[in-house]
């Protein structure tokens, strides 16, 4: 059964570029979190989903950031246009059906690290 | 606001040292406590968790008490090995939201 996979690993984008990281819960998982690690900091909320809904969004940047987790395939986190303080570990969780989300019952990939050039 | 307050880092040890990393949170409701882990190029695991005031987690010799009087989930381990080598997370839980320390990054030497 494997975990959560995120990819790419390692992402290097010019300043202006596009960034696309992708998100594969874990099976029979239908919950998606995205949270962002700046240098030297803790972890920060940024989105959780649902299969075709976004549930709360209170964390993305108001601009250049989207999120989805379409019915079929991962999800994805998108970055137009990014610039240098784009750059940080993006992690991605799942956690099982219900009703809500869980905090307790999270599944955490190995990130991606966004570099802005 | 809700935020975790963790002890600055690195924090250097010799193996079979006894380890204490201090963490404090603020709260308006009753979160869950957690600690994570994430060793070298890997992603993040839990290492444990305690639900409400006075539970203890535990772990790989790791433990941790929800102390809600003194707001605090500080990490103990008896006696520590270079494999416990990583950096260290305190966060809380509210509803389906983490909320994060800064990390803490534990260095064993043998």
């Known amino acids: 059964n494997a975990g959560v996979m995120q990819n790419p690993r390692h992402l290097v984008r010019r300043r202006g570029q596009e960034a696309r990281l992708r998100c594969s819960p874990m099976?029979?998982?239908?919950?998606v979190y995205w949270y962002r690690q700046l240098p030297e900091e803790g972890l920060k909320f940024m989105v959780y989903l649902q299969k075709e809904n976004i549930i709360d969004e209170s964390g993305m940047p108001k601009e250049r950031f989207s999120a989805e987790f379409p019915k079929e395939g991962p999800s994805i986190l998108r970055i137009q246009q990014v610039v240098r303080g784009d750059s940080a570990a993006y992690f991605c969780?799942?956690?099982?059906?219900?009703?809500?989300?869980?905090?307790?019952?999270?599944?955490f990939g190995s990130g991606t690290q966004l570099s802005v050039l | 606001g809700d935020s975790v307050t963790q002890m600055e880092g690195p924090v250097t040890l010799s193996e079979e040292a006894f380890l204490t990393i201090n963490c404090t949170y603020t709260a308006t409701g009753y979160p869950s406590l957690f600690w994570y882990v994430q060793y070298p190029g890997e992603g993040l695991q839990l290492l444990l968790k305690a639900t409400k005031a006075d539970d203890k987690g535990s772990n790989k010799g790791f433990e941790a008490t929800y102390r809600k009087e003194t707001t605090s989930f500080h990490l103990e381990k008896g006696s520590v090995q270079v494999s416990d080598s990583a950096v260290y997370f305190c966060?809380?839980?509210?509803?389906?939201?983490?909320?994060w320390g800064a990390g803490t990054k534990l260095i064993i030497k043998p």
């Open positions: 969780a799942s956690s099982p059906p219900g009703v809500q989300g869980s905090n307790e019952k999270l599944f």
């Open positions: 966060a809380l839980g509210l509803n389906y939201q983490l909320i």
């Open positions: 099976k029979g998982h239908s919950h």
